[in-house]
């Protein structure tokens, strides 16, 4: 995946695509330039991250198409439409289907800047969070079935000799499983691993029953 993020500019006017594209270059910002939906649809892929500032008026596909093509694929980059003829029923639409800003041409640099940055600060952000729940999943993954079976019990706050007791097995064998899941998921405490599992919002069921 792509560390770096990026501005995709979408717009069918030259000038418009070069100015932006200059004042993000002089801002140390990387952009990439599309003067098509359909140019950027050929060329983006989903694992590049940045956000996408969007035209709203354009020959083929508009920039509301483009949303909804984009969101039929499920590629999830944040959108700023920028637009000289924008209208209040295309800002609403816009916006309920997920556009983080609806701007209007002419629009300050520093102003687009600012909020480009802001939009930036979000998606690295949530990918961090992703990532962090992406690891625990992937720790979870490396438990046995009796393991996953055994973790939302000893987080509901049980002792070893109840859980024991409900399973019919030694507290021993319960305290032993409980190490594991430990060392495994790489926490040194119940408090550690509940706040993971929480935030990785799983539902992990168990598979057997077996010892």
Do not use: W
Not at 117 to 139: G, I, L, P, Y
């Amino acid at each position: 995946m792509s560390t770096e993020l990026c501005v995709f500019i979408v717009d069918d006017d030259y000038a418009v695509r070069d100015g932006l594209a200059l004042v993000l270059e002089v801002a140390g910002l990387t952009c990439q330039t599309f003067e098509s939906a359909e140019h950027f649809l050929q060329s983006y892929s989903p694992d590049q991250r940045g956000c996408l500032l969007l035209d709203l008026n354009m020959p083929g596909l508009n920039g509301l198409e483009l949303q909804t093509e984009l969101i039929r694929r499920n590629i999830h980059l944040p959108i700023i439409f920028l637009t000289g003829y924008g209208d209040i029923p295309q800002t609403v639409q816009a916006i309920k289907a997920g556009a983080v800003d609806f701007l209007t041409k002419p629009i300050a640099s520093k102003d687009l800047i600012k909020r480009i940055q802001a939009v930036f600060k979000t998606e690295s952000e949530m990918h961090d969070q992703f990532m962090q729940q992406q690891e625990f999943c992937n720790r979870l993954n490396s438990l046995t079935p009796r393991e996953l079976e055994l973790l939302p019990i000893i987080l509901a706050g049980l002792s070893n000799k109840q859980i024991g007791r409900k399973l019919d097995i030694s507290y021993r064998t319960v305290e032993v499983h409980r190490a594991r899941i430990l060392s495994k998921t790489g926490v040194s405490n119940l408090l550690e691993l509940g706040h993971l599992y929480e935030a990785s919002q799983l539902s992990v069921k168990p598979k057997s029953n077996v010892n």
